[in-house]
């Protein structure tokens, strides 16, 4: 893509993020959650995978203030805690003039460091941070992963559901290291492109029930792959993620009206009925 399109890039999804920062004022998560769609999917018309992680980190900090702000318990920190999010959106517009990509991956980790602290629940204070123990899990998981590869399409499995709630488990309680976010994060939109991939899958013939596993295992197979590293590669990282984002928004086009037995894990109620103005 020509300088001058990637300017035009930019300037359209800087618009995005403008609109998110307003919404976050208000506060309406409904609406943020939709625009970071559009974000995404504005990524894909542009062709712009170096720009992609803003959409998919106002994402998640959509997830992380609808379970605040659902709370009656965490009511008396609504405000306060607004800061916190505050200060990542404030990064996320601040990358559009470097587009360092390592870079905003260390402020979401900072955000998301300091949002667990208002995450945790009465059980996870009784908990001392230990981030190595995270770590033991997730390689955990990564093997279990492995050894489960042909077990993902099992009728009514929960593979995926009990995988990412043992990792918020373990990032409530323990706290966790990049790594653990960038392989967390990852799953998380894997499990969004695995409720369409599944609906494909139980209505395909056999030969094609094949091709679709086959696909959607060399997305498992990468993030295996990191067992046992103490640093991900950020570029290889976001590149994979991209795959993964592309395929999703790209198969929404397709289903997005269907009814889907596997839900979005960790999806709000409230977000869930917005899913049809998006």
Not at 206 to 214: A, L, P, T, V, Y
Request: net charge neutral; hydrophobic share 40%; glycine share 2%.
């Amino acid at each position: 893509m020509s300088e001058k399109n990637i300017d035009y890039a930019i300037k359209i999804l800087r618009e995005d993020i403008e609109v998110c920062t307003k919404f976050f004022e208000k506060p309406d998560f409904s609406t943020i959650n939709m625009i970071a769609n559009r974000y995404i999917e504005n990524c894909l018309i542009f062709n712009v995978p170096n720009l992609i992680l803003p959409g998919v980190f106002i994402k998640e900090l959509v997830f992380d203030y609808v379970a605040i702000f659902n709370n009656p318990s965490k009511l008396k920190i609504q405000n306060s805690i607004k800061i916190v999010g505050d200060m990542l959106i404030s990064k996320i517009r601040d990358f559009f003039t470097n587009l360092n990509e390592k870079e905003l991956w260390n402020d979401f980790y900072e955000y998301n460091y300091n949002i667990n602290e208002f995450l945790r629940d009465e059980v996870s204070n009784y908990y001392v941070k230990s981030p190595p123990f995270t770590s033991l899990t997730f390689e955990f998981l990564l093997d279990f992963i492995e050894k489960n590869l042909n077990s993902f399409f099992l009728v009514k499995n929960k593979f995926f559901d009990v995988i990412l709630i043992t990792m918020v488990r373990v990032f409530r309680n323990h706290y966790f290291k990049l790594k653990e976010l960038m392989i967390y994060v990852y799953i998380k939109f894997l499990t969004f492109l695995y409720r369409y991939i599944y609906f494909e899958y139980i209505n395909s013939t056999k030969d094609k029930k094949e091709q679709i596993k086959k696909d959607f295992t060399e997305y498992l197979k990468y993030i295996i792959s990191l067992k046992g590293k103490e640093e991900i590669d950020v570029s290889s990282f976001n590149e994979n993620l991209w795959n993964i984002v592309k395929k999703w928004r790209k198969m929404y086009f397709f289903y997005k009206n269907v009814q889907i037995e596997k839900e979005d894990i960790l999806l709000p109620l409230e977000l869930k009925k917005e899913e049809s103005k998006e």
